[in-house]
């Protein structure tokens, strides 16, 4: 997985509240074992294409210079919905690699991370705040995210905080192996599988009546 | 004397392995159920690593999202194939039970979890679907994960989560007529909106919940993620017990004693402190029918879709206007009336037993209007049999309905079942978003006897009207 450190980018705003997963990307787009690496022209399908399968001029990703941006500006419960990993599959695919929005849906938030893509989650106003200063400089004001830091920095170079969890800060930062860490640890999970299963033997015999 | 600890705490609590800091625990899965769509994906990446699945007994496989629901079902989408081959060969090398097409045990993972015996009170049980918060039902603590942690799941038996916040849902009195338990949490939803679970467990309780069934309260828990909330639960009792006893995986003989024991102590503490409490007055709910592109929108069928001239936040009333455009609504209109083209009634929401029964009791004797096209797809190869063995499929066939093979099939589309563009439904399923059921599909949210009453009307319906005169 690739990491992230710190992006200076085009910050696109798609402000619309709710945007779910089925938004992201189309079921019938992400069935199949080999589908990574080819959602990325699907995303937003229903805002990006026109029925004729044309793009969306209103789309603001089909905009300039939105069109190139790496960084996405959300509005509330941005990725509600499925765990279909392919969400951030397709957003990456984009070219996207960070996300800043007052809340996302709490399965997609996890699935960023575990991909290499950072959401960031800062209050409603600020978020809009964002969104606003962009939109002035008519998208060419570049928005950093410093995850080392841990800090947005806007266009007018206002300095915003915010906070992620240790754990997926250093994940993000160092590009950890997470199964391979956990593992190192699997006596201490086959010892508390073992106290388990003397308290609650019918959890590890399924049907079992010993 | 310890502290008065809720039933989630109690459960996580007893499944942390280490605390690793910031509230992130390292939390044993005791159950992991694998599907068609995302399981063999993640069986790959833990064989490519050249890695062995951790608990193969802990783990089991069913498929589901791509199957066909054809009666007969001679193949489905070509991807769909591919997949369920997959799961096939994949499951079998690591030795993990498979419920396969036509063995009792196939069916929507969280139709079968619970139906199996797989879901226990008090255990903690993942699958790569956000819908696996249904089998919070009986008691579990039950999640659904991103397919990366899929694979973690399978190589280590463990996840790593943050601990969420506490929030409690009292549904207090008795539900009048023709309102049922699918009702009620969309009534919930309606009232906190699609985010306000969004970083919580969610308990449901009170006497409306004490009431209810087993099945009523997996439709209930089913709902959870739809108000942000990816844990929702219920605290077990002798129904739930009485619902589990005989069960394929369930504890048997003197185990099942001993069980039955320690899920006593589960149930939340008196006094125990919650972080959030909402309390929704049953008396006051009148069926539900979800009007726009979020389960959030939602109106007693007696109601009228939203107004956008009287919402005053610009970007409120835009959202409100988009969703009435994408349905095809005009705004504050009467919701009943509304021609429909498709019926569903299924998915892990809505196709168990019981919500054929109240669907089957709505169509005995009447007839599918000339418009509409209607399906039901039951939620399990055991529901279906059962429901055959009924007589229920006669019901449903005699009135005009279609009887098909158990599986996800129109809820999502997976398995390339679905509406054509601009067409309107009333399903029983759990998410009426943008393009769900194919795309520029119009979905609208509603329980099984309110689907069973929009096909034999030809339109959204108040089930009332029809249950009065039975």
Not at chain 1, 109 to 127: A, H, S
Request: proline residues 6%; charged residues 20%; glycine residues 10%.
């Amino acid at each position: 997985m690739k990491g992230f450190t710190r992006l200076s980018a085009i910050a696109a705003p798609l402000m619309r509240a709710n945007i779910d997963t089925d938004i992201v990307i189309p079921i019938s787009r992400m069935i199949g074992n080999s589908v990574r690496g080819t959602v990325g022209k699907w995303a937003f399908t229903a805002l990006r294409y026109r029925p004729d399968g044309s793009e969306n001029p209103e789309f603001v990703l089909n905009r300039a210079p939105y069109r190139d941006a790496e960084i996405l500006i959300t509005g509330p419960n941005f990725g509600c919905g499925s765990s279909r990993e392919p969400a951030v599959w397709a957003i990456q695919e984009m070219g996207i690699k960070a996300i800043i929005g007052s809340g996302f849906g709490d399965i997609f938030y996890n699935n960023c991370f575990q991909n290499g893509v950072l959401p960031v989650v800062l209050d409603p106003q600020t978020v809009q705040a964002i969104a606003e200063e962009v939109e002035e400089t008519q998208g060419t004001g570049k928005v950093t995210v410093d995850l080392e830091a841990c800090q947005v920095v806007t266009p007018s170079g206002r300095t915003v905080k915010f906070t992620v969890e240790p754990r997926r800060r250093t994940g993000l930062l160092e590009g950890l192996d997470e199964i391979g860490a956990t593992l190192r640890r699997d006596t201490e999970i086959r010892a508390f599988q073992q106290r388990d299963r003397e308290e609650r033997p019918w959890i590890y015999r399924p049907g079992s009546d010993s | 004397m310890t502290a008065p600890q809720t039933m989630f705490a109690k459960i996580w609590n007893s499944h942390v392995i280490a605390e690793i800091g910031d509230g992130t625990a390292l939390i044993h899965v005791d159950r992991h159920i694998l599907h068609d769509l995302g399981g063999s994906r993640a069986l790959l990446d833990v064989k490519e690593r050249k890695l062995a699945v951790h608990d193969p007994e802990l783990t089991f496989a069913t498929i589901d999202h791509t199957v066909s629901s054809a009666p007969g079902r001679k193949g489905t989408i070509p991807s769909g194939i591919e997949l369920m081959k997959a799961l096939r060969t994949e499951t079998a090398a690591a030795g993990i039970r498979l419920f396969d097409i036509d063995q009792p045990g196939q069916g929507i993972v969280h139709v079968v979890g619970p139906e199996l015996g797989i879901t226990l009170p008090g255990a903690l049980l993942v699958c790569g679907d956000s819908h696996t918060c249904t089998h919070g039902g009986v008691g579990a603590l039950a999640f659904g994960v991103g397919w990366s942690e899929l694979a973690h799941v399978i190589a280590t038996q463990t996840l790593y989560q943050r601990r969420p916040r506490t929030m409690r849902v009292l549904f207090e009195g008795r539900p009048a007529p023709g309102v049922t338990p699918k009702d009620l949490i969309l009534a919930l939803i309606g009232t906190v909106g699609t985010d306000g679970g969004t970083g919580y467990a969610v308990e449901y309780a009170g006497s409306a919940i004490r009431d209810m069934s087993v099945e009523g309260r997996l439709t209930v828990c089913n709902l959870s993620v739809e108000l942000g909330a990816k844990m929702g639960l219920i605290a077990p009792d002798e129904k739930t017990y009485a619902y589990l006893e005989g069960r394929p995986y369930s504890p048997k003989g003197a185990m099942w004693l001993r069980a039955v024991d320690a899920w006593r102590a589960l149930p939340s503490d008196d006094d125990a402190a919650f972080d959030r409490e909402v309390v929704i007055d049953v008396t006051k709910i009148a069926p539900q029918i979800t009007w726009g592109t979020s389960p959030e929108h939602v109106v007693a069928v007696d109601g009228r879709t939203p107004d956008p001239a009287a919402i005053a936040d610009p970007d409120r009333r835009k959202a409100v206007q988009n969703a009435l455009d994408y349905m095809g609504l005009a705004g504050n209109a009467p919701i009943a009336g509304t021609p429909v083209d498709w019926v569903f009634i299924g998915s892990c929401t809505n196709s168990r037993l019981s919500d054929l029964q109240a669907a089957a009791a709505i169509v005995r004797g009447r007839k599918v209007a000339s418009r509409v096209r209607a399906w039901v797809v039951p939620g399990s190869e055991n529901v279906k049999r059962d429901a055959e063995a009924e007589g229920l499929d006669r019901v449903f066939v005699e009135a005009g309905f279609e009887w098909r093979e158990p599986g996800c099939s129109m809820c999502l589309a997976s398995n390339g079942e679905q509406l054509a563009p601009g067409q309107r439904s009333v399903s029983t399923s759990n998410r009426n978003f943008v393009g769900r059921q194919g795309p520029r599909a119009r979905t609208h949210l509603a329980s099984p006897a309110m689907a069973a009453a929009a096909a034999i009307a030809g339109a959204i319906t108040d089930v009332r009207a029809l249950e009065d005169g039975r």
